[in-house]
């Protein structure tokens, strides 16, 4: 019975690198689109291109730990790895979402 207790702990474990590398991936779009709006003629300002990098410093380590997660099956490692991946995760994005509010007030 313990193994299917540290088999599913396991998977949800590693449910939270799947979500640090969607909202990753979120953020390359946002990323995209500033590009998409400059090849447009838009100008965007330099403080938006600035602001676009906070989330970017939490993610990158975050997708690091998610790659990890996938990759290793020790439980000392897979204990922070969860956390830390799990914490830069929502960080990333909830500067991600300051941001695009930010951004909005700029561009306004």
């Known amino acids: ?14 449910l939270i690198g799947k979500f640090a590398l969607l909202f990753a991936f979120i ?9 998409v709006r400059v090849a ?5 300002p330099v403080s ?19 790659v990890g997660l996938h ?3 020790d439980q000392a490692r897979l204990r922070t790895l969860w956390r830390r991946c799990g914490l830069l995760a929502v960080a990333g994005m909830v500067l991600l979402v300051v941001v695009a509010f930010a951004a909005e007030g700029i561009n306004s």
């Open 27 to 35: 953020y390359v779009l946002m990323v995209a689109a500033g590009f």
């Open 40 to 44: 447009q003629g838009d100008q965007v």
């Open 71 to 73: 990759r290793t099956a």
């Open 48 to 66: 938006t291109w600035l602001l676009l990098v906070l989330p970017g410093i939490a993610f990158f380590p975050a997708v690091v730990d998610a």
């Open 1 to 14: 019975m313990n193994s299917g207790v540290e088999e599913a702990k396991l998977t949800l474990q590693r």
